[in-house]
């Protein structure tokens, strides 16, 4: 369509009558707060008590600290937050989860496990519930050197924690990490003259802590992330020189692993961690010579 060539625009007012813009109308209803009625702290018989209720996919940046490089980051989270109400009251008032978590922006949110504990202590207190529960999901950044080169790029793992309070209970706390890693098949190796197809594998453990475990002692991530990379084929580089690809290569030949080999292995290593109480570890791996992926997972609760 050929542009024409306007003369003169109307003002900006004007352009917005043009498109169905009106102007105010009679306002009847009060503006001060005490004034205005509050339908979510109506109290009556509701039917039902309700698990949870609260707000969820809220992005926000944090504070992450880590053993390893860079070892205090700012990374953006997404936040879920949660908390019970019974069948005699009508809601819950969802503008105090987004004004707790403000202030706690002001003073520089850090996402560790006591910080956590007191966000949901603190936000049952501010419902007045006797539960609370905060979920933080959040790409976590590490430095990767090559194995020869020591050429530093940077790599990540998805981490999620959950932090439930509950006045007769105490704290949960849930987390996850998933992380990339190299799987060379065995079979492959074994049936052929040579070479083996390999591929990309996501391994993925969630562990519940023990009620003890205080994070400002060790730092859970960089051990599960040791977890999932030491027991795989290869480790997933960001930068890799040709002697560094040499080594990497020849490493997954010498490593074979199934889907069955990781979760098995990964296994291993969560048990012997003091601090896990129970854990879940799945892998999928992206097959390179099938249309399908390959999943295995494994369950263990060390108290039962």
């Not at 707000?55 to 600290?65: C, D, S, Y």
């Not at 992330?225 to 030491?230: G, I, T, V, Y």
Request: with cysteine; net charge negative.
């Amino acid at each position: 369509m050929e542009n024409i060539k306007i003369k003169s625009l109307p003002n900006k007012e004007e352009r917005h009558r043009l498109f169905g813009s009106v102007p105010p109308g009679p306002k009847t209803k009060p503006t001060e707060k005490n004034k205005m009625s509050d339908l979510q702290n109506v109290e009556k018989d509701f039917l039902f008590d309700i698990d949870t209720v609260g707000i969820a996919n809220v992005k926000h940046p944090i504070f992450v600290n880590s053993n390893l490089q860079p070892t205090h980051q700012t990374t953006v989270a997404t936040f879920q937050f949660e908390s019970s109400i019974s069948k005699n009251n009508k809601g819950t008032n969802m503008s105090r989860f987004t004004e707790q978590l403000n202030q706690y922006h002001e003073q520089g949110f850090t996402a560790d496990l006591s910080t956590l504990k007191s966000f949901t202590y603190e936000l049952a207190q501010r419902l007045g519930k006797d539960d609370a529960t905060i979920s933080v999901a959040f790409p976590w950044f590490y430095e990767r050197k090559g194995p020869q080169s020591n050429l530093v790029g940077m790599n990540h793992a998805d981490i999620s924690i959950t932090v439930s309070y509950d006045a007769k209970k105490g704290y949960s706390v849930v987390a996850s990490l998933s992380a990339l890693i190299t799987t060379l098949c065995p079979c492959s190796k074994e049936i052929s003259e040579y070479s083996a197809h390999n591929q990309r594998g996501n391994v993925t453990m969630e562990v519940t802590f023990t009620d003890d475990f205080d994070d400002t002692s060790l730092d859970w991530k960089e051990l599960l992330l040791e977890a999932a990379e030491s027991n795989a084929s290869a480790r997933i580089h960001p930068v890799l020189k040709r002697p560094d690809e040499k080594i990497v290569t020849e490493q997954a030949y010498e490593n074979p692993r199934f889907v069955e080999d990781m979760v098995r292995l990964v296994a291993a290593d969560l048990y012997e961690m003091t601090f896990v109480r129970k854990f879940k570890v799945s892998c999928r791996n992206e097959e390179s010579i099938h249309m399908h992926d390959a999943i295995a997972s494994l369950t263990y609760d060390k108290e039962k």
